[in-house]
């Protein structure tokens, strides 16, 4: 198989790129009607494959006062489409969540009780 290097990779005349700022909201939408409010859309990496360019973006969760906790999952957003076209399953996110925060379950409590105490 001989690949162009990505240095080399040839650009469509006129295309207009999806640009990172999009396609973090784009999983921010997802994460909102899947995840909940703990989830958040990591740093944007573009992606580019010999016919498409797409957006990897990690899915993290985070909790009050602890910040985040660790990635758990992936989505990838379409150049183009402007869509996602394939992430890593609902249910495995949620456990993921789930073993992260058994992992960490006393340093997010306390810090949970710390953010709550000082909102008082």
């Not at 703990?38 to 993290?60: D, K, S």
């Not at 990635?71 to 993921?96: C, Q, W, Y």
């Amino acid at each position: 198989m001989n690949a162009l290097p990505l240095t080399d990779q040839p650009t469509l005349p006129n295309k207009v790129l999806l640009s990172a700022e999009s396609a973090t909201r784009i999983v921010e939408d997802f994460i909102t009607d899947h995840l909940g409010n703990l989830a958040l859309a990591g740093t944007p990496r573009r992606m580019i494959f010999p016919i498409r360019e797409l957006w990897a973006v990690p899915i993290v969760v985070a909790y009050p006062g602890y910040g985040l906790a660790g990635v758990i999952g992936i989505a990838a957003i379409d150049d183009e489409l402007a869509s996602i076209v394939a992430a890593t399953p609902i249910d495995e996110m949620k456990k993921a969540a789930s073993d992260l925060y058994e992992a960490h379950r006393a340093d997010i409590e306390t810090a949970f009780r710390r953010v709550s105490s000082n909102s008082d």
